[in-house]
């Protein structure tokens, strides 16, 4: 995936070392993305990370998302995979959960198996996140709640171009617009305030 040659012009992007996979389980909203093939349209877009005690991957990623307008196009779902990257690991914890590392790898169907790298988090609240692509030509910034701050998403656009190089042409916002009823059905309601639902 991505454009390999225009990669190889750039530094290798660097993740955030101390990033702890246990606290980055749980939801997360796509506040916006450069988009993969099936992203291009979507909205109400919604990762849900679960964490395995046992066995091989180590996590689950449920990812739902609307496949179009929010709340009347089909929703869609794609069950995927992840691990914490050994390889890019100085130090694995006897506990994998409590390993701290922002290199990941995820797998949206077999055999594939692809980076997945955590170049910006949110250390002290885990309330945000900025994930990466080795050729630059995909990242997605997440929130743990619908809305992001515009300052923030500034701030957050900015270190993708300063500190990551990214060229961000082709971002776009992903909409998030939430009813009661549709919060409900997507078992959300701890996760989104009523103060950031559409009235009904």
């Known amino acids: 995936m991505g454009n390999a040659s225009s990669a190889s012009k750039l530094p290798p992007l660097k993740t955030v070392a101390d990033c702890s996979a246990e606290r980055m389980m749980g939801i997360w909203f796509v506040i916006a993305v450069k988009p993969t093939a099936f992203e291009t349209k979507n909205s109400n877009a919604v990762e849900r990370y679960t964490w395995r005690e046992k066995g091989n991957p180590d996590f689950d990623i449920d990812f739902s998302y609307n496949a179009e307008e929010p709340l009347t196009s089909p929703l869609k779902s794609v069950p995927q ?10 130090t694995i914890a006897p506990n994998r959960m409590q390993t701290k590392t922002g290199n990941w790898k995820v797998s949206p169907l077999w055999p594939l198996k692809l980076s997945y790298l ?9 309330s945000y996140c900025v994930v990466g692509y080795p050729s630059r030509a995909y990242c997605w910034i997440m929130s ?24 961000l042409e082709g971002l776009r916002m992903v909409p998030q617009k939430w009813t009661k009823a549709e ?3 997507r078992n959300l309601a701890q ?10």
């Open 81 to 90: 995979k992840g691990w914490i990257d050994d390889a890019n690991t100085a």
């Open 118 to 126: 955590l170049l910006e988090v949110d250390i002290d609240n885990y």
């Open 144 to 167: 743990r709640t619908p809305q992001m701050k515009e300052e923030l998403f500034t701030d957050l656009t900015t270190r993708l171009k300063d500190k990551h190089q990214y060229d």
């Open 183 to 185: 919060r409900e059905k």
């Open 191 to 200: 996760e989104i305030p009523d103060s950031m639902l559409e009235k009904e």
